[in-house]
């Protein structure tokens, strides 16, 4: 009868070992490997969001400054440009004879490019999201008698207004006129 109740002790103290769970030290360890991977999963989460961001700022930029210059190229390809050299990029604004719309005005007015078309109200070309913090154009060949073609070099700072970081892209084109006036009266 000993024989079997102390058989039976050591076969509970058995279960009783293979029962017994995990120890503090196991779950402190366990927790702390788990945090560190919560944070590095998170650490990459808001890397990418600001990654985003940055790209949605860029791409605003980019959007509003090609609207701009795309508008002010159709204008400058078919207008009359006439005594405005400015070979040093010094001019802020330009003036443009129009066929069909006529004079107009392009400037920088509190970072948003405006028009004005023959003398009227300014109107805004570009969208409030993104500053030009400097608008230029050269300006050669607009003089009467310098038998070249007039051509315009617009230079443009835009950055985003919106978002923690200020971006900024430098931007240039040029333009050639072509005074299409002359073109339908000397045939």
Do not use: W
Request: glycine residues 4%.
């Amino acid at each position: 009868m000993k024989h079997e109740t102390l058989k039976k002790t050591i076969q509970d103290s058995r279960f009783k070992i293979q029962e017994r769970g995990f120890t503090i030290v196991e779950v402190l360890v366990t927790s702390l490997i788990f945090s560190v991977m919560a944070l590095a999963v998170s650490a990459i989460f808001i890397q990418i969001i600001n990654i985003e961001r940055r790209g949605f700022s860029v791409q605003k930029i980019q959007d509003n400054s090609l609207l701009v210059l795309e508008e002010m190229s159709r204008d400058m390809r078919v207008s009359k440009i006439s005594n405005q050299e400015s070979p040093n990029c010094t001019a802020s604004s330009i003036t443009l004879v129009h066929p069909i719309k006529g004079t107009l005005v392009y400037q920088a007015i509190n970072g948003i490019i405006q028009r004005s078309v023959s003398g009227g109200n300014y109107l805004d070309v570009s969208s409030s999201d993104v500053n030009f913090t400097r608008m230029n154009f050269c300006i050669l060949g607009s003089l009467p008698n310098d038998n070249q073609s007039p051509r315009i070099t617009v230079v443009m700072s835009v950055q985003n207004r919106i978002g923690k970081e200020i971006l900024q892209m430098n931007i240039q084109t040029s333009v050639a006129s072509r005074d299409v006036f002359d073109e339908f009266q000397n045939p």
